[in-house]
Every structure is written in structure tokens, then in C-alpha cells.
């Protein structure tokens, strides 16, 4: 008898520690968060629908009706009801300037000005508020698109005289709206020691009125004579000092994204000791969005050092750090991007070489040794094939590597010879959609009708050739806004309604993989970015909107509800 109890009570127990841990392991695979009654496009193929998601651990968990999703409920899950809104993977941010940006919300904002006259009178309020030999800096000027034209006037740009008059004890630099150029004031070259002897140092040009004085404008390495002793002011600062600016603007930058649903921002220029704060930063869990940084040093820096900095998913993928960047040309807008013909407005002009194309093949040489991608600015015809020589030399010389990724930031203005290397290749056209309906009202200006409607943000003719096309928006040059980068890229209308060869429309879809699919594979991420499928890190963007069918006119109203990176919340309109 007592054999037959201690076995029933021994059963009873199994049967209890069987129960708890049964219990315990269904609770495991409940998830943190589950977001229910959404419109979900996953940019997966194998399931493109669905209306809810389940996050554990901060990847995806399961993807499937509210409820599939709604089982896997726990007591400790946060759910989110979408309310029928539109769910897609957070935009994956694939060029613009970080730090560019987070500098560009603490300056004067001179995107919205209309004429030389009211950026004079931005800057005269600053100084007012400035002290004596505090320097005054302003971003976003475009003479292309001011209501008048100044006087006088040298292509456009104005002289410097207005401004000096305002800011006799400040020195002031005003970056152009492509950062390819800057407008400077008469204390500023004083400072820089510019003369009429002053010679344009290669890859730059020093503009000069018809007596050989500076006007002002400096473009390309020229800006480099005035940055040096803005670069002295600031070196200047204790490290203290410094290091608090730099936080300062690292949180402009992150609220920007965070409110724009960007949850990847693939940095066009960072240094090795921005690389250094952000490991510091990361290391403290403080960095709530996903940066890619490139490497944007010299040669012989970069040789130095690359092998410490290579850097992938650091940080519980916050951070990466496998490119470097380069230029080989300017912009058209301050006509310093390199063309195979002269500007139709400046005959005389075909851009600039900013970077000698021997010290470009020298990087190339860095880049394939150490496993990293190359990437090159290039917006003129010549430019781009320039670089497209220098890669396929580069590839050809080093057979034995593969599935490189190198990338041409813009690939705006293209020969059409040159378009189908892209392809060939296999090099990635890392384009901003927004650049196409900013510039088209002076393009054909610039560079004639012709060679616009062959070669000028042809995405349709690049994607013919299986080319990969990454977007994004080159902020600070323009503002960071997915969503108006989408309308760009899916109407290009500009100036109140016009088409720029609407030919090269990218479809809907296209679009949202350019901002998506197409970001993760231009990053090597393809595994863990760019689809909401199960597996992936839980990076989600939620629109008011659905971009895929909502009409067009509703595009540019579409709202941001909620930003959230690895499963966890980081913007909330509702906040």
C-alpha cells in the first residue's frame, strides 16, 4: 500500500514540475511586442501581406493575421494596435551626411530663402545676436533658385560686399545647398589671407571679378582655404568642449531620423574619431537608431588604421563600419560636376577633378586588399565613367574577389554608353530620388536637353541593366524626408506639376525596395534588414498612409506614427 501511495505521489509530482515547465517554455516563446490590425507590406515575396507581426528579443518573431500574431500574447507582451495603418521595414537611410545634419539644425537654415537680400538679412539678425570674432555659419543657399537674380552678379552668384558690410567682426560661412560650394565674407578671407595672388589650388577655383578680386565663392578645394582656419578656431576648443559639441549634434542628427522613420542612416563621411565617440556611445546602449558609417579620410590615414576600424553589426548591430568614401567631382548646381562636355551655360566650363584620379586608384587598392567597399561621388558624365574604369581596372586586377558591392554616390548625369556598366559590373547606384525634381527646373540649362534626357536620374534605363538602385536623400543638401523622397522617385513632378521625362518613373514597388530591400543589400544586411519576415531585426516604420496605393496627391501628406529599432519604441507621434 505504501508502495502504491508513494508511486501515485511521485506521478503527482512529475506531473507537476512537467506541467511548470511546460509552462515555462510556452512562456519563452511569447512574444515582447506585438503589433495587430496593421496594413503590412513585408517587402517579402514569399508572404508581401499580412496584418500583424510578433517581436522577441528584438528580431521577428512571426508575421501572419491578428489571429496567428494574438497567440502568441504573453502577460508580459506589449501590444501596439495599428488601427489599419501602414507598417513597412523602417527606411533604411542609404546616403546622406550624419554629422552634416545634426551641424545644419544648430545654423542659419537658408533652404527657404528666396534672394540674395534675405539671406543678407538672416545673417545680419545673427550677428546681432553674435559676439565680436564668433563665427557665423549658414547652410542651403542655391542661386538657381532664388526669384532674381543678384547684382552684380557673376554666373548667378553675387558679390560678397552686401554681407561684408553687415559682419565687419564676424566671419561668416555660408555652405551651398550641395555643399560644393561656400559663400564667404570680407572678414572670413581676411583671416585666410586671400589675396589677388591667392592661386585656385588644384580641384578648386577662387571666383574673381574682371580686376582679379574674390567675389566670395569658393568652390570645391578652394573652400578649403576657409575651413582651414575655421578648422584652427576649433581646435581651439578643450576636449571637453569638444566632445560636448559633438554629443550635441549627434543628438540633433538621431531626433531628426527618429522622427522622419529613418532606423538606418548610412553616413556619407564620418572620421576615425567619430568612429571612436560612437563606439563610446554604443557601448552605453545610447544610440537608439542604426548607423553604417564610411570612412572619410586621407589615403595614407586610412592605411594606417583601417584594419582597428572595420567594424560589423558592433553593438548588437548599431553600428558598421565598412566603406570608405571618396569624391572625384563637385555638383552641378555650382557647376563643379566633371562632364565630358562643357556646361551649355558656361561654355568654358566642364567641372572639376577634385580628387586625382591616381590617388582615386590608390584608394580602390586599399578598399579591395581589406575588404571593404568603395564608395565614389561622382554626378558628371565624366565623373562617373571615370570611376566605372577605375572599378572595373581595379576587378579585373583582383579576379579572385567577389561580391563586392562597390557603389557610385549619385550616378546622377550619365553617358549612355556608360550606362549599362553598372550592371555589367555589378556597381551599385546609390541615388537620391529628391535630386531629380530639385534640380530638374536648370538641368537642361546646364547641360542641354540632349544629354538631360539621356543620361539625368535615368533609373529606369540603370535598373534595365540590373543595376541596384539605394536611396536616399544626401541631408543636409536636402531635407530628411523619406516620404517626399518616394513622391520624387515615383512622380518626378517639380515646379508646380511638371514631369522630368516621366519615362524614368520608378513604379511604387520600386520605390519602397529602393528604400528598403535595396538599402539592406547595397550594406551587406540582406539577412537582416529591408523585410519584415521572421528572423530579420524588428525595424519598423508605420506611415498614416499606405506608400504602395494611398493616391498620389496623399503622398506628401503622410505622417509618421511610430519609429521603433529592434522591437523597441523610439518615436511616437502620439507621445
Request: a neutral charge; glycine letters at 8%.
Amino acid at each position: 500500500m505504501k508502495t502504491a501511495i508513494c508511486f501515485f505521489s511521485l506521478s503527482i509530482f512529475t506531473l507537476v514540475i512537467l506541467s511548470v515547465k511546460t509552462s515555462f517554455a510556452q512562456q519563452k516563446q511569447k512574444a515582447d511586442l506585438i503589433l495587430i490590425n496593421g496594413d503590412i507590406a513585408t517587402m517579402d515575396d514569399s508572404k508581401p501581406a499580412a496584418e500583424a507581426v510578433a517581436v522577441k528579443n528584438g528580431t521577428i518573431m512571426a508575421v501572419g493575421s491578428n489571429s496567428e500574431i494574438k497567440q502568441l500574447a504573453g502577460t508580459k507582451t506589449k501590444t501596439i494596435d495599428l488601427k489599419g495603418k501602414f507598417l513597412m521595414p523602417g527606411f533604411n537611410e542609404s546616403h546622406a551626411h550624419f554629422w552634416g545634419l545634426g551641424e545644419f539644425k544648430q545654423n542659419i537654415d537658408l533652404t527657404g530663402t528666396k534672394n540674395w537680400d534675405e539671406i543678407v538679412a538672416l545673417v545680419k539678425e545673427a550677428v546681432k545676436k553674435a559676439r565680436p570674432g564668433e563665427w557665423i555659419l549658414g547652410r542651403g543657399w542655391h542661386q538657381e533658385k532664388w526669384d532674381n537674380a543678384p547684382q552684380p552678379n557673376i554666373g548667378g552668384f553675387p558679390f560678397h560686399n552686401a554681407l561684408s558690410k553687415i559682419s565687419p567682426d564676424n566671419p561668416v560661412i555660408l555652405k551651398h545647398a550641395s555643399g560644393h560650394a561656400i559663400f564667404v565674407n570680407a572678414k572670413a578671407m581676411q583671416l585666410a589671407g586671400i589675396t589677388n595672388n591667392t592661386p585656385n589650388p588644384e580641384g578648386g577655383i577662387i571666383m574673381r571679378d574682371i580686376g582679379g578680386n574674390a567675389i566670395g565663392v569658393f568652390h570645391e578645394n578652394a573652400a578649403d582655404l576657409i575651413q582651414a582656419v575655421y578648422d584652427r578656431f576649433l581646435q581651439e576648443r578643450t576636449p571637453e568642449k569638444k566632445k560636448a559639441d559633438w554629443l550635441k549634434t549627434l543628438a540633433y542628427a538621431v531626433k531628426e531620423c527618429k522622427e522622419k522613420g529613418i532606423t538606418t542612416f548610412n553616413d556619407a563621411g564620418s572620421t576615425f574619431q567619430d568612429i571612436d565617440y560612437l563606439k563610446e556611445v554604443v557601448d552605453a546602449g545610447k544610440l537608439d537608431i542604426r548607423l553604417s558609417a564610411m570612412i572619410m579620410e586621407n589615403n595614407a590615414a586610412i592605411k594606417n588604421n583601417i584594419s582597428k576600424y572595420r567594424l560589423i553589426g558592433y553593438g548588437n548591430n548599431h553600428l558598421t563600419v565598412r566603406e570608405i568614401k571618396r569624391y572625384i567631382d563637385g555638383a552641378l548646381g555650382s557647376r563643379s560636376a566633371w562632364f565630358l562636355q562643357p556646361y551649355s551655360d558656361m561654355p568654358g566650363q566642364s567641372g572639376l577633378n577634385v580628387v586625382p584620379l591616381d590617388e582615386l586608384k590608390e584608394t580602390a587598392e586599399i578598399a579591395i586588399q581589406n575588404g571593404f567597399q568603395l564608395c565614389i561621388h561622382a554626378i558628371g558624365d565624366r565623373g562617373n565613367r571615370e570611376v566605372l574604369n577605375i572599378y572595373e581596372e581595379t576587378f579585373k586586377e583582383h579576379p579572385d574577389k567577389k561580391d563586392l558591392r562597390w557603389r557610385i554616390e549619385h550616378a546622377q548625369h550619365l553617358s549612355l554608353q556608360d550606362i549599362p556598366r553598372f550592371g555589367e559590373l555589378g556597381v551599385i547606384a546609390a541615388m537620391q530620388t529628391c535630386h531629380c525634381t530639385s534640380d530638374a527646373g536648370f538641368v537642361p540649362k546646364r547641360i542641354g536637353d540632349k544629354r538631360a534626357e539621356e543620361g539625368a536620374y535615368v533609373w529606369q534605363k540603370l535598373m534595365k541593366t540590373g543595376a541596384v538602385i539605394c536611396n536616399g536623400t544626401d541631408s543636409p543638401v536636402e531635407p530628411v524626408d523619406p516620404v517626399r523622397n518616394f513622391y520624387s522617385a515615383v512622380t518626378r513632378k517639380y515646379d508646380g506639376g511638371k514631369e522630368f521625362y516621366p519615362d524614368q518613373k520608378m513604379s511604387r514597388m520600386e520605390a519602397l525596395k529602393s528604400y528598403t530591400v535595396n538599402g539592406a543589400y547595397a550594406s551587406f544586411e540582406e539577412n537582416l534588414k529591408g523585410k519584415i519576415k521572421p528572423g530579420m531585426l524588428a525595424d519598423f516604420t508605420v506611415l498614416s498612409n499606405n506608400l504602395l496605393n494611398c493616391p498620389e496627391d496623399e503622398i506628401l501628406k503622410t505622417k509618421v506614427i511610430y519609429t521603433i529599432v529592434g522591437g523597441k519604441t523610439i518615436y511616437s507621434s502620439k507621445q
